[in-house]
Antibody, heavy 117, light 110 residues
Framework: EVQLVESGGGLVKPGGSLRLSCAASGFTFNNYAMNWVRQAPGKGLEWVSSITHSSSHTYYADSVKGRFAISRDNAENSLFLQMNNLRADDSALYFC??????????WGQGTLVTVSS | QAGLTQPPSVSKDSRQTATLTCTGNSNNVGYQGASWLQQHQGHPPKLLSYKNNDRPSGVSERFSASRSGNTASLTITGLQPEDEADYYCVAWDTSLSGKVFGGGTKLTVL
């Protein structure tokens, strides 16, 4: 069974940093691209970042470019999102999602990030 | 990041058919199509349709997707109370080198 479990969310002050993790199991992690998608309270889904299976390519939404960094450890079946210089509008539930041929086929339950002073 | 356009809400009677639309441009929906996700309140999204319009295993045949030009559509037949949810389309955008979501459609089953 495919499982994605996010962690690392919490309350952080504006300008602060957080590192999110996503532990994957139930599939061959290093065969799949992975993504972070966020959802602000009561709002729609927003794609944040993608990383290819071998980490050769990474992609970012304009809203996080230069502040967030996606990475992965295929030996540990883990995906990460380093978030720096956080702003209030980064507050959201952050999901990790597996990507198969361009489609988000499995999602975690999400980890909540709140940016507030 | 410009998104795809979805109607904010659609209401239909139980057992009727709902068609949800997702409009983009030649860089996204028109390029490779769009996939569809269903999200019930308090739950993560669930893939309903691949961007090639195929259904993942376990998704009801009542859900079918199609595309015409730059507009993708999701048709739900025989609406049931459990179909009440938010529906999102998502596509790769070649001009942005990233994914773009629609704003979501809240489907209400009366």
């Amino acid at each position: 069974e495919v499982q994605l479990v996010e962690s690392g969310g919490g309350l952080v002050k504006p300008g602060g940093s957080l590192r999110l993790s996503c532990a994957a199991s139930g599939f061959t992690f290093n065969n799949y691209a992975m993504n972070w998608v966020r959802q602000a309270p009561g709002k729609g889904l927003e794609w944040v970042s993608s990383i290819t299976h071998s980490s050769s390519h990474t992609y970012y939404a304009d809203s996080v470019k230069g502040r967030f960094a996606i990475s992965r450890d295929n030996a540990e079946n883990s995906l990460f999102l380093q978030m720096n210089n956080l702003r209030a509008d980064d507050s959201a539930l952050y999901f990790c999602a597996r990507e198969t041929s361009g489609d988000f086929d499995y999602w975690g339950q999400g980890t909540l990030v709140t940016v507030s002073s | 990041q410009a998104g795809l356009t979805q109607p904010p809400s659609v209401s239909k009677d139980s057992r009727q058919t709902a068609t949800l639309t997702c409009t983009g441009n030649s860089n996204n929906v028109g390029y490779q199509g769009a996939s569809w996700l269903q999200q019930h309140q308090g739950h993560p999204p669930k893939l309903l349709s691949y961007k090639n319009n195929d259904r993942p295993s376990g998704v009801s045949e009542r859900f079918s997707a199609s595309r015409s030009g730059n507009t993708a559509s999701l048709t739900i037949t025989g609406l049931q109370p459990e179909d009440e949810a938010d529906y999102y389309c998502v596509a790769w955008d070649t001009s942005l080198s990233g994914k773009v979501f629609g704003g979501g459609t809240k489907l209400t089953v009366l």
